[in-house]
């Protein structure tokens, strides 16, 4: 099983995280904050993920120290998880649309953190979220699942929508890479030898 559980305690935050790689797209995700809670149950359920996450953080302050190191959790489960990536296809991309949104995600699961995150998101908020932090989210993520990551905004008004896009888009991108090859499933995708 590509299993993993995160705790992470911090002067900021309490998390703990379970993740299954190979689910059904079941959640049970309580974050302190709405929005975010949102996208993590669209991020499972598309991905077909399984994942639990609970979260007490300082968002009397604000969102940023619990969206950030909730990303930071995820990345991590799932480094654990896919273990030495024997067998995983290791890339994966997708172009999904949500309404007038149109995102493209990519990822190469190489061992090598890199994000880039190219969306215009035209409000501040989406309620009571800062939109700025979809992409500190996803630099937490990318530097603990050392993956490389881009996200493009192809299309789009509606800072929501973009929002929900890059999640789901990228929950897709991550479920095919992390698809386990028949044809190679004993080895490591790299002529190194290692990821």
């Avoid at 993920?49 to 909730?70: N, P, R, S, Y």
């Avoid at 999904?96 to 990519?106: G, N, R, V």
């Amino acid at each position: 099983m590509r299993t993993s559980e995160i705790v992470r305690n911090t002067a900021e935050t309490e998390i703990t995280l379970k993740l299954d790689l190979d689910g059904t797209g079941k959640s049970k995700v309580d974050t302190g904050v709405g929005f975010l809670d949102h996208m993590l149950t669209l991020f499972a359920r598309h991905g077909r993920f399984d994942l639990e996450v609970a979260c007490k953080g300082d968002t009397q302050v604000d969102f940023h120290h619990t969206t950030e190191d909730i990303g930071i959790a995820l990345g991590k489960a799932f480094s654990e998880a896919l273990g030495e990536k024997r067998g995983i296809v290791r890339y994966g991309s997708t172009i999904l649309p949500m309404d007038e949104a149109l995102i493209l995600s990519a990822v190469d699961i190489s061992g090598r953190s890199y994000l880039a995150y190219d969306c215009t998101l035209p409000t501040q908020k989406v309620g009571d979220f800062d939109t700025e932090l979809g992409e500190e989210f996803w630099l937490g993520f990318v530097r603990n699942a050392d993956v490389t990551l881009h996200i493009r905004q192809l299309a789009g008004s509606n800072s929501h929508h973009i929002l929900e896009g890059t999640f789901k888009s990228v929950a897709r991108t991550l479920r095919e890479a992390v698809a386990i090859d028949p044809a190679m499933k004993d080895e490591i995708p790299s002529t190194k030898g290692v990821l």
